[in-house]
C-alpha cells in the first residue's frame, strides 16, 4: 500500500476516534457577532481548509476590531464575538484588494464589501453600540453614507463551517470536506439566492467538528450552532434546515438537527439545557431582535442606515478592556483561547410553514465566503 495511501487512513481513523457527539450547553454565551473577511496573507503555521494563521485574533485587523469594540464597550450590552470568514471556494479570495476587508455583522443582517480597513471601527460603533440602563440617551454613531452605499443585506439563510486547519486537523480536515459538499449542493438545487456557505475560523469546540453557525432572521435556526455534522450528511443536514418549521424552536425542535445542536446565540449555558431539554426556545429569544432597514434598489437590497429598535433582552455588558491587548486576553477566554500565549425579517410570515416556502432574495452581487475562529485545546 502506498505511504500516501497509508497515511491519509491513518489521519481518518484518528479522526473518527478524536471526535465526539456534539452536546447541548457547549457555546459560551454571545450577544453580536462579527465576521472578518481580508486579502489573504502567506503564513508559516497556515493548515489545510484556510489561510489564516494559527492565532488570527493575533493580526492587526483583529486587534483593530477588538479596540472598536472596546472604545464603545460601555454602550455594547452583551458579548461580543469576532470570527475571520472567507468564501467557500477559495480561489476567490483575491477578489478583496489590499487595505479593504468585508465584515458581516449579526443580529443585524449587514454585509458590507470592499470596505476600507480604517472605516472598519465606525461601522462596528454604528451597529454595535446602542442605548443602555446607565446611558437611555445615547444614539450611535452615524455609518458614513460611503458605507451605507456599500452596504447589503446577509444572505437570508448564512452558514459558518469552522475549517481552521491551523488550529486543529479535525476542524481543517472535516470542515474543508463539509463546506464544498454544502456548496455542491445548494449549487446542484440552484438555491445560491436564498443559501450561502462560508468557511470561518476557530469557534470553539474542535472536537465536535464539523462545526456549523446558522444565521438568518427568516429561518427559526437563527443562531443555531451545530457540531459533528460530515459531508456525507451533509444532504440531510440541508434538507433539515430548509424544511424547518418556520414557526417551530429551531434544532431545538427539529428531529434531524437536535442530536446535533450544541446551543445559540443570545441563550446562557443554563438557557441552552433547558431548552434542549424542554424542545423549546425561551419567549424572549422568539421576539424579533433588531432589524436594519433595506430597500430595493437596482435589484440589491441596499441599507439605508436606520436601525429599528425591538427591545430584545440582552446580557451583562461586554467584557472587554480598554487597550486591544486587553480585549485580545478576555476575548481569548470567551472563545476557548485560555491555553494560548497572549503576551505576544420576520419568522412568523402568513402563508408559509417551513423555510423552503418563503421568497427569498438576496444582493445580486452576492457571493459565497466564510469566516470564524477557533481554538486549539479543550
Known amino acids: 500500500m502506498p ?52 492565532i ?7 486587534l483593530q476590531a477588538f479596540g472598536a469594540v472596546a472604545a464603545h464597550r460601555k454602550q455594547i450590552e452583551g458579548v461580543v464575538r469576532i470570527s475571520a470568514f472567507e468564501n467557500a471556494d477559495l480561489s476567490s479570495h483575491s477578489q478583496i484588494r489590499p487595505g479593504k476587508c468585508d465584515a458581516m455583522l449579526f443580529p443585524s443582517g449587514m454585509w458590507v464589501k470592499g470596505l476600507d480597513q480604517e472605516a472598519l471601527p465606525g461601522v462596528i460603533a454604528a451597529v454595535v453600540s446602542q442605548p443602555t440602563d446607565d446611558n437611555p440617551d445615547f444614539t450611535p454613531p452615524p455609518l458614513k453614507k460611503s458605507v451605507q452605499s456599500a452596504a447589503r443585506s446577509t444572505p437570508p439563510l448564512s ?39 462560508f468557511r470561518c475560523s476557530h469557534i470553539g469546540g474542535h472536537k465536535y467538528a464539523g ?51 450544541r446551543g445559540r446565540m443570545g441563550l446562557s449555558k443554563d438557557e441552552q439545557l433547558q431548552a434542549f431539554e424542554s424542545g423549546t426556545l425561551p419567549e424572549d429569544d422568539l421576539e424579533d ?14 441599507l439605508n442606515g436606520e436601525t429599528q429598535s425591538s427591545g430584545q433582552a440582552q446580557s451583562k455588558a461586554i467584557p472587554l478592556a480598554e487597550v486591544s491587548q486587553q480585549v485580545f486576553q478576555e476575548h481569548a477566554g470567551q472563545s476557548g483561547l485560555e491555553d494560548v500565549d497572549t503576551s505576544a425579517s420576520d419568522k412568523s410570515q ?14 445580486s452581487d452576492s457571493e459565497s465566503s466564510e469566516s470564524g475562529a477557533d481554538h486549539r485545546k479543550h
Open 159 to 197: 452558514l459558518f463551517v469552522c475549517t481552521h486547519g491551523s488550529r486543529d486537523c479535525r476542524c481543517g480536515t472535516i470542515g474543508d470536506k463539509l463546506v464544498r459538499r454544502l456548496d455542491s449542493l445548494i449549487a446542484e438545487r440552484d438555491l445560491e439566492a436564498s443559501i450561502a456557505v
Open 211 to 261: 462545526n456549523v453557525l446558522v444565521y438568518g432572521g427568516v429561518s427559526p435556526c437563527d443562531g443555531d450552532w451545530y457540531g459533528g455534522v460530515t459531508a456525507e450528511a451533509a444532504e440531510g443536514f440541508l434538507d433539515a434546515l430548509t424544511h424547518a418549521d418556520i414557526s417551530g424552536h429551531g434544532g431545538v425542535s427539529e428531529a434531524t438537527l437536535r442530536p446535533l445542536w
Open 56 to 62: 488570527v485574533e493575533r493580526t492587526p485587523e483583529f
Open 289 to 302: 431582535g433588531d432589524d436594519w432597514e433595506y430597500v430595493e434598489e437596482d435589484g440589491d437590497n441596499k
Open 3 to 54: 505511504r500516501a495511501v497509508s497515511s491519509s487512513r491513518q489521519l481518518q481513523k484518528a479522526l473518527e476516534t478524536e471526535t465526539e457527539r456534539p452536546q447541548p450547553g457547549t457555546v459560551s454565551p454571545y450577544e453580536h457577532h462579527i465576521f472578518l473577511r481580508f486579502p489573504p496573507k502567506q503564513y508559516p503555521d497556515a493548515g489545510l481548509g484556510s489561510w489564516w494563521p494559527k
Open 350 to 363: 402568513a402563508g408559509t410553514s417551513t423555510f423552503s416556502d418563503l421568497e427569498l432574495t438576496s444582493s
